[in-house]
Protein backbone atom coordinates (compact mmCIF):
# COMPACT_ATOMS: atom_id res chain seq x y z
CA UNK A 1 0.00 0.00 0.00
CA UNK A 2 1.02 3.31 -0.98
CA UNK A 3 1.95 5.83 1.73
CA UNK A 4 2.20 8.60 -0.77
CA UNK A 5 -1.27 10.87 -0.80
CA UNK A 6 -3.05 10.64 -3.62
CA UNK A 7 -4.15 14.31 -3.24
CA UNK A 8 -1.90 17.57 -4.58
CA UNK A 9 0.08 19.23 -2.54
CA UNK A 10 1.46 22.18 -4.53
CA UNK A 11 3.31 23.89 -1.18
CA UNK A 12 6.14 20.76 -1.22
CA UNK A 13 6.08 20.64 -4.91
CA UNK A 14 8.71 22.49 -7.12
CA UNK A 15 5.86 23.63 -9.89
CA UNK A 16 6.20 20.96 -11.93
CA UNK A 17 3.12 21.09 -13.68
CA UNK A 18 4.03 24.43 -14.66
CA UNK A 19 7.48 23.83 -15.74
CA UNK A 20 7.42 20.04 -17.17
CA UNK A 21 4.43 20.38 -19.28
CA UNK A 22 3.89 22.29 -22.46
CA UNK A 23 0.93 24.65 -23.27
CA UNK A 24 -0.47 25.10 -26.46
CA UNK A 25 -2.30 28.50 -26.79
CA UNK A 26 -6.29 27.68 -26.57
CA UNK A 27 -9.37 28.24 -24.75
CA UNK A 28 -7.55 26.93 -21.78
CA UNK A 29 -4.31 28.45 -22.19
CA UNK A 30 -3.75 31.95 -22.95
CA UNK A 31 0.42 31.36 -24.05
CA UNK A 32 1.78 28.85 -25.92
CA UNK A 33 4.95 27.53 -23.49
CA UNK A 34 7.48 24.35 -24.34
CA UNK A 35 7.85 21.73 -22.02
CA UNK A 36 10.60 22.18 -19.18
CA UNK A 37 10.43 26.03 -19.60
CA UNK A 38 9.04 27.97 -16.71
CA UNK A 39 5.34 29.60 -17.26
CA UNK A 40 6.25 32.89 -16.99
CA UNK A 41 3.53 33.14 -14.16
CA UNK A 42 5.79 30.98 -12.03
CA UNK A 43 6.87 32.92 -9.11
CA UNK A 44 10.54 32.18 -7.63
CA UNK A 45 9.40 30.39 -4.27
CA UNK A 46 7.17 28.15 -7.08
CA UNK A 47 4.31 29.48 -6.57
CA UNK A 48 2.10 30.81 -8.94
CA UNK A 49 1.76 34.97 -9.33
CA UNK A 50 -2.40 34.71 -10.48
CA UNK A 51 -3.61 31.73 -8.48
CA UNK A 52 -6.39 33.49 -8.01
CA UNK A 53 -6.92 35.05 -11.46
CA UNK A 54 -6.32 31.72 -13.30
CA UNK A 55 -9.85 31.37 -15.13
CA UNK A 56 -9.55 35.44 -15.78
CA UNK A 57 -6.82 35.73 -17.35
CA UNK A 58 -7.16 32.93 -19.59
CA UNK A 59 -5.63 29.52 -17.94
CA UNK A 60 -8.34 27.80 -17.08
CA UNK A 61 -6.73 24.52 -18.12
CA UNK A 62 -4.49 25.18 -15.18
CA UNK A 63 -7.56 25.07 -12.69
CA UNK A 64 -8.43 21.75 -13.89
CA UNK A 65 -5.23 19.57 -13.78
CA UNK A 66 -4.26 17.66 -11.08
CA UNK A 67 -1.22 15.63 -10.56
CA UNK A 68 -2.31 13.08 -7.52
CA UNK A 69 0.26 13.75 -5.44
CA UNK A 70 3.13 12.92 -8.41
CA UNK A 71 4.39 16.35 -7.89
CA UNK A 72 5.03 16.60 -4.10
CA UNK A 73 6.11 12.47 -4.14
CA UNK A 74 8.84 13.28 -7.25
CA UNK A 75 10.00 16.75 -5.28
CA UNK A 76 10.14 15.70 -1.77
CA UNK A 77 11.05 11.84 -1.88
CA UNK A 78 12.63 11.00 -5.81
CA UNK A 79 14.60 13.65 -5.86
CA UNK A 80 14.94 14.10 -1.86
CA UNK A 81 13.95 17.76 -1.81
CA UNK A 82 16.59 19.29 -4.49
CA UNK A 83 14.80 21.70 -6.36
CA UNK A 84 16.04 22.54 -10.26
CA UNK A 85 16.35 25.99 -9.12
CA UNK A 86 19.16 25.38 -6.93
CA UNK A 87 20.39 22.34 -8.34
CA UNK A 88 19.93 22.64 -12.07
CA UNK A 89 21.38 19.22 -12.97
CA UNK A 90 18.39 17.86 -11.78
CA UNK A 91 15.72 19.71 -13.97
CA UNK A 92 16.12 17.49 -17.22
CA UNK A 93 15.29 14.24 -15.55
CA UNK A 94 12.83 16.32 -13.24
CA UNK A 95 10.74 17.07 -15.96
CA UNK A 96 11.00 13.85 -17.76
CA UNK A 97 10.18 11.39 -14.96
CA UNK A 98 7.38 13.76 -13.94
CA UNK A 99 4.56 13.03 -16.57
CA UNK A 100 5.20 9.34 -16.06
CA UNK A 101 5.12 9.27 -12.54
CA UNK A 102 1.60 11.42 -12.77
CA UNK A 103 0.13 8.44 -14.81
CA UNK A 104 1.04 6.18 -11.90
CA UNK A 105 0.11 8.30 -9.02
CA UNK A 106 -3.89 8.54 -11.27
CA UNK A 107 -3.93 4.46 -11.42
CA UNK A 108 -3.44 4.71 -7.73
CA UNK A 109 -6.16 6.63 -7.05
CA UNK A 110 -8.33 4.76 -9.05
CA UNK A 111 -7.48 1.46 -7.33
CA UNK A 112 -7.55 3.26 -4.25
CA UNK A 113 -10.97 4.08 -5.31
CA UNK A 114 -12.20 1.11 -6.24
CA UNK A 115 -10.54 -0.66 -2.92
CA UNK A 116 -13.50 0.98 -1.25
CA UNK A 117 -16.30 -0.12 -2.68
CA UNK A 118 -18.18 -2.74 -0.64
CA UNK A 119 -19.59 -4.57 -4.26
CA UNK A 120 -16.14 -5.05 -5.79
CA UNK A 121 -14.98 -7.10 -2.67
CA UNK A 122 -14.53 -10.56 -5.55
CA UNK A 123 -11.56 -8.32 -6.63
CA UNK A 124 -10.28 -6.63 -3.59
CA UNK A 125 -6.90 -8.94 -4.23
CA UNK A 126 -6.25 -8.32 -7.17
CA UNK A 127 -7.01 -4.74 -6.89
CA UNK A 128 -4.36 -4.74 -3.98
CA UNK A 129 -1.93 -6.49 -5.97
CA UNK A 130 -2.42 -4.09 -8.46
CA UNK A 131 -1.97 -1.17 -6.56
CA UNK A 132 0.86 -2.53 -4.94
CA UNK A 133 2.61 -3.05 -8.19
CA UNK A 134 2.18 0.46 -9.60
CA UNK A 135 3.68 1.71 -6.36
CA UNK A 136 6.75 -0.26 -6.98
CA UNK A 137 6.69 1.20 -10.30
CA UNK A 138 6.48 4.71 -9.07
CA UNK A 139 9.25 4.14 -6.36
CA UNK A 140 11.93 3.83 -9.03
CA UNK A 141 14.97 6.12 -9.63
CA UNK A 142 14.20 9.40 -12.56
CA UNK A 143 15.75 7.39 -15.25
CA UNK A 144 14.27 4.43 -14.49
CA UNK A 145 10.95 6.09 -14.69
CA UNK A 146 11.36 8.26 -17.87
CA UNK A 147 11.62 5.56 -19.41
CA UNK A 148 9.08 3.28 -18.34
CA UNK A 149 6.31 2.19 -20.91
CA UNK A 150 3.21 2.62 -18.76
CA UNK A 151 0.56 1.59 -21.15
CA UNK A 152 0.94 -1.72 -20.95
CA UNK A 153 0.03 -1.94 -16.98
CA UNK A 154 -2.04 1.29 -17.41
CA UNK A 155 -4.32 -1.57 -20.06
CA UNK A 156 -3.89 -4.60 -17.27
CA UNK A 157 -5.04 -2.04 -14.24
CA UNK A 158 -8.40 -0.24 -16.89
CA UNK A 159 -9.34 -4.44 -16.91
CA UNK A 160 -9.45 -4.80 -13.33
CA UNK A 161 -11.15 -2.06 -12.40
CA UNK A 162 -13.77 -2.56 -15.47
CA UNK A 163 -14.11 -5.70 -13.96
CA UNK A 164 -14.82 -3.40 -10.18
CA UNK A 165 -17.23 -1.11 -12.46
CA UNK A 166 -19.26 -3.97 -13.23
CA UNK A 167 -20.24 -5.59 -10.05
CA UNK A 168 -21.14 -2.14 -8.92
CA UNK A 169 -23.12 -1.16 -11.39
CA UNK A 170 -24.64 -4.35 -12.20
CA UNK A 171 -26.37 -5.51 -16.04
CA UNK A 172 -28.98 -2.92 -15.87
CA UNK A 173 -26.64 -0.21 -17.01
CA UNK A 174 -26.37 1.15 -20.89
CA UNK A 175 -23.05 0.81 -22.38
CA UNK A 176 -22.01 4.16 -23.63
CA UNK A 177 -17.99 3.64 -23.51
CA UNK A 178 -15.93 5.87 -25.76
CA UNK A 179 -19.59 7.34 -26.88
CA UNK A 180 -19.51 11.13 -28.90
CA UNK A 181 -21.58 12.55 -26.79
CA UNK A 182 -20.22 16.24 -27.53
CA UNK A 183 -23.12 18.86 -27.24
CA UNK A 184 -25.90 15.99 -26.89
CA UNK A 185 -29.15 17.18 -24.91
CA UNK A 186 -29.50 14.90 -21.89
CA UNK A 187 -31.36 16.84 -19.38
CA UNK A 188 -33.16 14.67 -16.97
CA UNK A 189 -31.07 11.66 -18.79
CA UNK A 190 -31.99 8.82 -16.62
CA UNK A 191 -27.78 7.38 -16.67
CA UNK A 192 -27.97 5.51 -13.72
CA UNK A 193 -25.34 2.58 -13.28
CA UNK A 194 -23.98 3.44 -17.20
CA UNK A 195 -20.76 2.96 -18.49
CA UNK A 196 -19.58 5.94 -19.64
CA UNK A 197 -15.75 5.29 -19.52
CA UNK A 198 -13.91 7.14 -21.93
CA UNK A 199 -17.44 9.45 -23.08
CA UNK A 200 -16.92 12.71 -24.90
CA UNK A 201 -19.31 15.20 -22.94
CA UNK A 202 -18.14 18.08 -23.92
CA UNK A 203 -20.58 20.85 -23.40
CA UNK A 204 -23.43 18.46 -23.02
CA UNK A 205 -26.35 19.38 -21.38
CA UNK A 206 -26.89 16.85 -18.27
CA UNK A 207 -29.22 19.13 -16.88
CA UNK A 208 -30.74 17.25 -14.11
CA UNK A 209 -29.44 14.30 -14.96
CA UNK A 210 -29.46 10.99 -12.78
CA UNK A 211 -25.77 9.58 -12.76
CA UNK A 212 -25.83 7.42 -9.77
CA UNK A 213 -23.14 5.47 -9.99
CA UNK A 214 -22.20 5.75 -13.39
CA UNK A 215 -18.65 4.61 -14.37
CA UNK A 216 -17.55 8.08 -15.67
CA UNK A 217 -13.33 7.26 -15.51
CA UNK A 218 -12.01 9.37 -18.35
CA UNK A 219 -15.15 11.04 -19.51
CA UNK A 220 -14.40 14.53 -20.55
CA UNK A 221 -16.57 16.82 -18.90
CA UNK A 222 -15.15 19.65 -20.44
CA UNK A 223 -17.88 22.83 -20.19
CA UNK A 224 -20.53 20.10 -19.79
CA UNK A 225 -23.83 21.18 -17.46
CA UNK A 226 -24.16 19.47 -14.65
CA UNK A 227 -26.61 21.52 -13.04
CA UNK A 228 -29.00 19.59 -11.14
CA UNK A 229 -27.45 16.46 -11.71
CA UNK A 230 -27.01 13.47 -9.47
CA UNK A 231 -23.20 12.22 -9.28
CA UNK A 232 -23.83 10.68 -5.91
CA UNK A 233 -21.90 7.57 -6.05
CA UNK A 234 -19.72 8.24 -9.63
CA UNK A 235 -17.27 5.82 -9.96
CA UNK A 236 -14.01 7.11 -11.01
CA UNK A 237 -15.11 10.30 -11.12
CA UNK A 238 -12.48 13.15 -10.45
CA UNK A 239 -12.31 16.32 -9.03
CA UNK A 240 -10.36 17.87 -12.33
CA UNK A 241 -13.36 16.88 -13.92
CA UNK A 242 -15.76 18.69 -11.96
CA UNK A 243 -13.59 21.25 -12.32
CA UNK A 244 -13.71 21.43 -16.05
CA UNK A 245 -17.26 21.34 -15.94
CA UNK A 246 -20.83 24.14 -15.28
CA UNK A 247 -22.87 22.92 -12.68
CA UNK A 248 -24.28 24.85 -9.12
CA UNK A 249 -25.11 24.63 -5.81
CA UNK A 250 -28.07 21.86 -6.97
CA UNK A 251 -25.53 19.19 -8.37
CA UNK A 252 -24.99 16.17 -6.21
CA UNK A 253 -21.12 15.24 -5.78
CA UNK A 254 -19.84 11.91 -4.40
CA UNK A 255 -18.55 12.38 -1.23
CA UNK A 256 -14.66 13.79 -1.16
CA UNK A 257 -15.39 16.19 -3.75
CA UNK A 258 -16.40 19.67 -3.97
CA UNK A 259 -18.20 22.40 -6.12
CA UNK A 260 -15.79 24.04 -7.63
CA UNK A 261 -15.66 27.72 -6.67
CA UNK A 262 -16.48 29.32 -10.34
CA UNK A 263 -19.64 27.05 -10.41
CA UNK A 264 -23.33 29.16 -10.33
CA UNK A 265 -24.71 29.46 -6.26
Not at 168 to 193: E, Q, S, T, Y
Request: hydrophobic share 40%; with cysteine.
Amino acid sequence: MTGHALQADCSNCFGLCCVALPFTASADFATDKDAGTPCTNLLDDFRCGIHTQLRDKGFAGCTVYDCFGAGQRLSQHTFGGHDWRRAPETAQPMFAAFPVLRQLHELLFHLTAALALPAARPVHDELRQARDETDHLAEGDPATLAALDVHPHRDQVSALLLRASELVRGPRGKNRHGADLIGKKLRRADLRAANLRGAYLIGADLTGADLRTADLIGADLRGANLTGADLTGALFLTQSQLNAARGSATTRVPAGLTHPAHWRA
